[in-house]
């Protein structure tokens, strides 16, 4: 290892990625609980899939043509010369997961969810980064239109339990093999009529992908594909009827929604039902959330033919929005001078510890009153004082900083008046 100090570049964190402080955990364990607390009161269990995974997964499942594939992936040959990609999306990687352990022959439902970091080599901005994290949720075999409304009014229920009020909840039917190819045709014949208006990347997707046209950021491609037709139009009954029916479940719901007809989603995979939740003042990066029925992406994996919804939610974005503050932490500070009452600190902040109460115990030889001093200034709740006399006694002193009082005791007594006020 060269003994030169780290360039001040590579000091900081990787451009796109952040570290989530003390502080912010909190916000994000409150979000995280409430989320899976919220999954598991709707049958869904979680599944942790490995952050790697074979390139050709994400090819194959998130597709060929997307943004995501074409130019986002963070993709490597191990050593072994595999190509390796970090995953850009949970989604193929949960089916992966149930192919390859055939969570369908276990007669359980198959509701799953997780949390945790995604990669995508995307332009970094305010609500973009390279390495953001998802709370995904997924269900399978599940093909009535029921589930999708039900899905939907989860993510409310969601957004809702943390406090979020401004968004809008969007969704579409982007159709299926059997009505999207003739709705494709109708579009590229559209934007071939205006392909010299288009950016660059368009004039590829009229060939590769014209619905993505829809998705575009680039202002002056959404004003042409304003006058696109619309998929609605073009859907065949078993669509259109799926659709209608999502529409009735959720007003059943009472969730609120607007029919987008150019909600197509940035990935392929997507069949039926999409749908996503906007942060009304959101600015560019505004999709907190964002889902859909993908029906074949575990038969196009060579699994069995079970159809699938899912969604994930953007948790940067989603805390970005909350004004959540992390709980006041309750814990004991022992203040301690010489060193049989150090010895007695190191023995009795285990026992607190172990006893369930947080206990600080520092070494930084600092007289009594700075202790005092340090013990206020972090906020402890409680000081047990540990002297000289004390230790000769058995019965330390334990000082309530709020209220000011004093109480002496044996150690089990004052962990015990500790613990019994936690509880109330
Ligand atoms: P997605 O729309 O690509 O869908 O991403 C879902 C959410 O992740 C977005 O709405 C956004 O909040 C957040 N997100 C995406 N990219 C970034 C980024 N670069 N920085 C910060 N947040 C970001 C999917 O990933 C699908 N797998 C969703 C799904 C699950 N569909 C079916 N099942």
Known sequence: ????????????????????????????????????????????????APIIEHTELFEKGTGETSDIV??????F?????????????????????IVEHRLDLLGTPMRYYYIGPMFRYDKPQKGRYRQFHQIDVEV????????????IEMADTLLRSLGVTETETLINSVGCKACRPEFSKELRTHAEKVREGLCED??????TNPLRIFDRKVEACRGLAKDFPQITGFLCEECRDHFAKVRSFLDLTGVSYRVEPNLVRGLDYYTKTTFEVINLSGGQQN????????????????????CAIGFACGVER??????????????VYVVHAGDAAKAKAVELARMFRCGGVETLLEFAGRGF?????????????????IGEDEVAKGEFLLKDMAAGTQIAGTPESLLASIVEGNKS
């Open 1 to 48: 290892m060269s003994s030169d100090p780290l360039p001040k570049k590579e000091l900081g964190a990787v451009k796109g990625t952040h570290d989530i402080l003390p502080g912010e955990v909190e916000i994000w364990r409150k979000v995280e609980a409430e989320a899976s607390g919220l999954f598991e009161r709707y049958g869904y269990r979680e599944l942790r």
């Open 70 to 75: 074409t130019k986002e992936m963070y993709t």
């Open 77 to 97: 040959v191990d050593k072994g010369g595999r190509s390796i990609t970090l995953r850009p999306e949970y989604t193929p990687s949960v089916v992966r997961a």
């Open 140 to 151: 399978f075999a599940e093909k009535d239109p029921a589930i999708d409304a039900e899905i």
């Open 202 to 207: 368009c004039r590829r997707k009229i060939e």
């Open 287 to 306: 999709a907190v959330l964002g889902g859909g029925r993908y029906d074949n992406m575990m038969k196009d994996f060579g699994g069995p033919d079970i």
């Open 318 to 331: 989603l805390i970005a929005m909350l004004s959540l503050q992390p709980d006041p932490r309750k814990f």
């Open 369 to 385: 009153k700075s202790q005092f001093g340090r013990a206020n200034k972090l906020g402890a709740a409680w000081v047990l004082i």
